[in-house]
T-cell receptor, first 110, second 114 residues
Framework: DQQVKQNSPSLSVQEGRISILNCDYT??????FLWYKKYPAEGPTFLIS?????DKNEDGRFTVFLNKSAKHLSLHIVPSQPGDSAVYFC?????????FGAGTILRVKS | DTEVTQTPKHLVMGMTNKKSLKCEQH?????MYWYKQKAKKPPELMFV???????INESVPSRFSPECPNSSLLNLHLHALQPEDSALYLC?????????????FGPGTRLTVL
């Protein structure tokens, strides 16, 4: 039973345009959401997070939006850069546990 | 020093071998984690240590035995593994267990069980 779902296995975007990565969850007990980026042969790197009491958090080119009623969150990257090409994992926490989605491969073309 | 290191990077072992994975951090973090990641799947939590005590064991088979000798070091002892245990094993650490404490991940150990 996948509690955190990233339904798009991959996304391809032109450099300078917006990248939108989506994530859905089923467990209403999740109270914190995070996005991680992973390059090949490296561990996941924390990118940005949002508490369940907020609906938006922004950090530079990265913005995360949370829609609790829809149990949906999204990561916006604007403008996208070739160095953003990586696997992006959505993750959600309840208690001491972090549950990951399957990841979305983002390719930013120059 | 803001990194989590893991050794070895790659490990090949037979089903009768005993081996250990090592994870180290010097960020003063008091929570450490082991995850297992199979190909094209998300990382799955195995164990959580908080202040050197085992806090969570996600029903992991006893052939995986974690150990936290001190606050900077986390080991995973492997014995009598099966081929299906082949995966990337990721270690992570965080300041504490609070929800807002982001986890810092190491690069992982790629384990192959023959």
């Amino acid at each position: 039973d996948q509690q955190v779902k990233q339904n798009s296995p991959s996304l391809s975007v032109q450099e300078g345009r917006i990248s939108i990565l989506n994530c859905d969850y089923t467990n209403s007990m999740f109270d914190y959401f995070l996005w991680y980026k992973k390059y090949p042969a490296e561990g996941p790197t924390f990118l940005i997070s949002i508490s369940s009491i907020k609906d938006k958090n922004e950090d530079g080119r990265f913005t995360v939006f949370l829609n609790k009623s829809a149990k949906h969150l999204s990561l916006h990257i604007v403008p996208s850069q070739p160095g953003d090409s990586a696997v992006y994992f959505c993750a959600a926490r309840y208690g001491n546990k972090l549950v990951f989605g399957a990841g979305t491969i983002l390719r930013v073309k120059s | 020093d803001t990194e989590v290191t893991q050794t070895p990077k790659h490990l090949v072992m037979g089903m009768t071998n005993k081996k250990s994975l090592k994870c180290e951090q010097h960020m003063g973090h008091r929570a450490m984690y082991w995850y297992k990641q199979k190909a094209k799947k998300p990382p799955e939590l195995m164990f959580v240590y908080s202040y050197e005590k085992l806090s969570i064991n996600e029903s992991v088979p006893s052939r995986f035995s974690p150990e936290c000798p001190n606050s900077s070091l986390l080991n995973l002892h492997l014995h009598a593994l099966q081929p299906e245990d082949s995966a990337l094993y990721l270690c992570a650490s965080s300041t504490g267990l609070a929800a807002s404490n982001e986890q810092f991940f190491g690069p992982g150990t790629r384990l192959t069980v023959l």
